[in-house]
């Protein structure tokens, strides 16, 4: 069979009646060159994060400086946009009809606070009065409650108070019952420091408060217990 690639007399008349298709024109070297170059061509500044921008900022030249400038004050209007959207600072309450969309569809990067509670339980108040705290210092934390049985039918009043951490939908953590928070002595900065040790917030708290207050007892225990000495001296009496 005859090579329709080939240059022949009979594969030029094929070509102009339609027959064969046109026959492919070889690229040249800077042809090839030019179409790796757009291959690999590197991000441009209206691709690039505010961080890139700040990166590349030598790589422009003086015409793209206007161009730059331009995209680096969208790129802050849009990070902005994102902050006051995700900006909660309250404890909203929900039901059971709401939870697939306020915890398990809450969004993307955002981290969900859900505290079941019950009416007339001392506890619940307590820790929900502590969040309402940490909701309006944590806005980028969205902070629920909910009555348990509204929430999930037929909870137990036993484990009670109830938090449970989501992130994207997915559960990071949870604490149940009373014996978790340490009861009615629990502190804001404990109940803080908790949820930052499941991520569910960013604190400025450098250990855990809950350390301190086990080191001082320890201490006063140390301090209350005989010593070598003083047994030595009641034997001999």
Not at 27 to 55: I, N, P
Request: proline residues 5%.
């Amino acid at each position: 069979m005859q090579d329709p690639n080939e240059d022949t007399e009979w594969n030029d008349i094929l070509r102009k009646k339609g027959i064969l298709p046109p026959k492919e024109e070889p690229k040249d070297d800077e042809e090839e060159e030019l179409a790796l170059q757009q291959q690999s061509v590197v991000k441009t500044y209206e691709d690039m994060t505010l961080e890139e921008l700040d990166e590349n900022e030598d790589e422009f030249g003086e015409e793209d400086e206007a161009a730059i400038e331009m995209y680096r004050k969208q790129r802050i209007a849009e990070w902005k946009a994102t902050q006051l959207k995700n900006v909660f600072g309250e404890v909203a309450e929900i039901s059971g009809m709401d939870y697939v969309k306020e915890v398990n569809k809450a969004g993307d990067g955002i981290w969900v606070v859900l505290s079941l509670y019950k009416q007339g339980i001392p506890l619940c108040a307590l820790i929900n009065q502590h969040l309402t705290v940490l909701a309006k210092k944590f806005p980028q934390t969205k902070f629920l409650k909910s009555i348990s049985t509204t929430c999930i039918p037929n909870y137990p009043d036993r484990n009670l108070p109830t938090i449970f951490v989501y992130f994207e939908g997915e559960m990071k953590a949870q604490f149940i019952g009373p014996l978790v928070f340490g009861g009615m002595n629990l502190k804001i900065d404990e109940l803080e420091w908790r949820l930052s040790e499941s991520g569910a917030v960013k604190t400025d708290l450098e250990e855990n408060p809950k350390k301190k207050i086990e080191d001082k007892l320890m201490s006063s225990i140390r301090c209350s217990l005989p010593t070598g000495k003083d047994s030595d001296s009641e034997d001999e009496d």
